[in-house]
Structure formats: structure tokens, C-alpha cells
Nanobody
Framework: QLQAYGRGLVQAGGSLRLSCAASGRTFSRYDMSWFRQAPGKERELVATVSWSGSSTYYVNSAKGRFTFSRDNAKSTVYLQMNSLKPEDTAVYYC???????WGQGTQVTVSS
């Protein structure tokens, strides 16, 4: 029901945009989130966008570098990631936490 796109290998300082498209149902009335899990680490919340797109939350390490937006007409959310760092390397998951619905994960690798 959630399909993530945008996996890639970038150099430190580069940019990447992840997208997550919903299918089968609409999540336009739900907050949506991106999580990530690095090797050997627990999954962490990266960002959340409110159902209207008017409010966002970012983990401290992402503030000023990542932008989370949504287009409810396209049932798609976007995570623009700039100034990427090697510590951003992880599998990124989009999710609707309220419904415990998760995308399949997409790999982001940032080389130093």
C-alpha cells in the first residue's frame, strides 16, 4: 500500500529525494512519517508531516537539511535530503504510524 522510491548512492554533501506513493487506499487524513534504520542500529523516526502538510517534525540531525512534503492529490509524500552525510546511510521507510502501515524500505548510501 506504500511504495517508496529514490534509493541511491550519493557522495557526502549531495542530495537525494525519496518519494512514497500510496495505492489501494488514501492516507490523506493521516500524518505520515519517514523512519530509517542503519546497520546494527534501531529504527529511528526521521520526520513526520501532518495530514494537511502544514506541520512537520524533524529529528535534530535532519533539521535544516531534510524537507518533508506531501501532495495529497497524488497520494505521495516526498523527503528531500540535502547536504547528506555518511551517517545518513540507512534503509528509509515511509509509514502511517496510526495505521501501522509501512513501505518496503529504500536504501540510501552516502559515501565519504
Amino acid at each position: 500500500q506504500l511504495q517508496a522510491y529514490g534509493r541511491g548512492l550519493v557522495q557526502a554533501g549531495g542530495s537525494l529525494r525519496l518519494s512514497c506513493a500510496a495505492s489501494g487506499r488514501t492516507f490523506s487524513r493521516y500524518d505520515m512519517s519517514w523512519f530509517r534504520q542503519a546497520p546494527g542500529k534501531e529504527r529511528e523516526l526521521v520526520a513526520t508531516v501532518s495530514w494537511s502538510g502544514s506541520s512537520t517534525y524533524y529529528v535534530n540531525s535532519a533539521k535544516g537539511r531534510f524537507t518533508f512534503s506531501r501532495d495529497n492529490a497524488k497520494s505521495t509524500v516526498y523527503l528531500q535530503m540535502n547536504s547528506l552525510k555518511p551517517e545518513d546511510t540507512a534503509v528509509y521507510y515511509c509509514a502511517v504510524r496510526a495505521l501501522d502501515v509501512w513501505g518496503q524500505g529504500t536504501q540510501v548510501t552516502v559515501s565519504s
